[in-house]
């Protein structure tokens, strides 16, 4: 490749990396890349990555929902990795057969029983993507109940809550402990949580209304089968109104043995992981 | 309703219905709770995440997450399409985290090289640019040393001290294209200057700053 040809080739390269070719320019750099398949590729790219740092005045936070997308990809993603090299097998047979849309970490497939999985898939193929999940729930938003099934869609938090009582097999209720943070001064309530149903529901009254654009309330669940330092997020949601309130729990992550339920309060859209700074209620679960 | 003494390391657990129950459930603290990426190894999150590590998957969106959403919602405006952007951005790191080469470039220059290339193929793919009208009549400012040094690395330094040696004109060719995206015949159009000087000031300007980081690299900082 003569000189003129390898300024060419260098300015289409810097052009890539500054700001794209178009279809023309792609086919010709692709033509001088084949006459020179030992030209650096990366370098102009590389500069352009570390001059758009440079020249980068700050970065914003993406949108809660997004995050929680990306979450939930993320995990999908690593559940469809092979094992690590050296490590055995982990046997996916115990009647379930791997699923891609399954949200959880490699290493607790295993410890997930095959009506978790089962349950979680369900919840994944009736709610899409991801489950947005926001806003005040009161006893006559119905609409606003994303459950698993068409019949409890259809039933308001509080009916749902009841006939999750009524039909859950496996249904523990716990009473919420109030902290000294002032939104909870004169909070009571209680969870209601069915891990065969992977779902449940918070009851408020007291907790202070918020202004969904000065704070939010986010809730968490602890799982015995995940690091403690990653608890299950379990939505962000306000407080319209003093009355009692129901909130329908919906986590993003299969909740395999549910040990503690937390609510912070936490800055507009809610966040990734909680500093744990304004931990306003928590509810228990101990084994009987 | 059971009331704490606020002390949330150890909170007394509450047994199924209201039976208190004896063993005490820990909170973890706030500073065992934050998955700080450079606290966990010092292995890159990119390295960790090419050897299947999930926390790793976790962490890469925490750490770069307003990075590439900054970057993709600079470029192509639309929140929409920039929410997509972001998915295709992280999904592409992900497949690629094995092909990072901590002795070329940092894990943050990967990361913005990657999420560049997927944001610039989206801007040519649907074949419209930016609303020009956003492009603010005033040259940049080579940024100040202050600014990168707490918010960028030694490579984002090294290309913000070479920006500021070019002449201004050229600095202007640049941030028009690296930073806001433009196209050369976007930059052409609204500088009113010519494609081929245009074209000469990105592949001129780009190269000086290539020169100065492969430098660096190869001295190891000692030049």
Redesign the interface.
């Known amino acids: 490749m003569n000189a003129h040809l390898h300024s060419e080739l260098?300015?289409l390269l810097?052009?890539r990396?500054?700001?794209?070719?178009?279809a023309s320019e792609s086919e010709r750099l692709e033509s001088l890349l084949a006459a020179e398949p030992s030209a650096e590729h990366?370098?102009?790219?590389?500069?352009?990555?570390?001059?758009?740092?440079?020249?980068?005045?700050?970065?914003?936070?993406?949108?809660e929902t997004?995050?929680r997308?990306?979450?939930i990809?993320?995990?999908e993603?690593?559940e469809r990795?092979?094992?690590?090299a050296g490590e055995p097998q982990q046997s996916v047979d115990e009647g379930v057969e791997r699923n891609h849309n399954l949200v959880a970490?490699?290493?607790r497939r295993g410890s997930a029983p095959a009506w978790a999985v089962a349950a979680m898939a369900l919840l994944v193929a009736a709610l899409g993507w991801f489950p947005a999940f926001r806003g005040a729930v009161s006893p006559d938003t119905s609409s606003e109940l994303n459950g698993p099934t068409p019949a409890a869609a259809e039933l308001s938090p509080f009916d749902a809550r009841e006939a999750l009582l009524v039909a859950g097999t496996d249904v523990?209720?716990?009473?919420?402990?109030?902290?000294?943070d002032p939104t909870a001064s004169a909070?009571?309530?209680d969870v209601v949580w069915s891990a065969a149903e992977q779902r449940g529901f918070m009851r408020f009254a007291g907790l202070v209304p918020n202004d969904a654009n000065e704070f939010q309330y986010q809730l968490w669940i602890f799982d015995s089968a995940r690091?403690?330092?990653?608890p299950v997020d379990g939505g962000v949601f306000d407080i319209l109104e003093n009355g009692e309130v129901v909130v329908p729990i919906l986590p993003t992550l299969p909740v395999t043995d549910a040990?503690?339920f937390?609510v912070t309060v936490e800055r507009p859209g809610g966040v990734?992981?909680?500093?744990?700074?304004r931990?306003n209620l928590?509810?228990?679960?101990?084994a009987? | 309703m059971k009331r704490s003494a606020g002390n949330l390391d150890s909170v007394t657990a509450l047994g199924v219905g209201t039976t208190p129950a004896s063993r005490p459930v820990t909170m973890p603290r706030p500073a065992d709770v934050q998955p700080r990426v450079d606290d966990v190894s010092t292995e890159s999150l990119l390295t960790r995440i090419a050897n299947g590590d999930p926390a790793a998957v976790q962490a890469c969106l925490q750490q770069y997450g307003g990075l590439v959403w900054s970057l993709a919602r600079r470029y192509l405006g639309n929140a929409a399409e920039t929410e997509d952007a972001v998915q295709e951005v992280f999904i592409e790191l992900w497949k690629s985290a094995g092909r990072f080469d901590g002795s070329k470039s940092s894990e943050q220059s990967f990361v913005a090289m990657v999420a560049r290339r997927r944001v610039i193929d989206r801007l040519r793919r649907r074949g419209r640019r930016l609303d020009l009208d956003t492009i603010d009549d005033e040259g940049p400012e080579p940024p100040s040393d202050e600014h990168i040094s707490i918010e960028r690395g030694a490579e984002a330094r090294l290309a913000a001290e070479s920006f500021a040696e070019l002449p201004p004109e050229r600095r202007r060719v640049l941030e028009l294209s690296v930073y806001k995206g433009l196209t050369h015949q976007e930059i052409s159009n609204t500088l009113e200057m010519p494609l081929g000087t245009v074209k000469s000031h990105i592949t001129r300007g780009l190269a000086y700053v290539r020169q100065r980081l492969e430098t660096e690299q190869s001295t190891g900082g000692e030049a």
Request: glycine share 6%; aromatic share 6%.
């Open positions: 260098d300015t810097a052009l990396a500054a700001c794209g070719l178009s990366d370098g102009f790219d590389r500069a352009a990555a570390a001059l758009m740092l440079a020249l980068d005045r700050g970065t914003s936070q993406m949108p997004l995050q997308q990306l979450r990809a993320g995990d993603w690593c990795q092979p094992e690590p970490f490699p290493e523990v209720t716990i009473e919420w402990t109030a902290t000294d909070a009571t309530g690091d403690e330092r990653y040990t503690l937390a990734m992981v909680s500093s744990r700074e931990i928590v509810a228990s679960v101990v009987p």
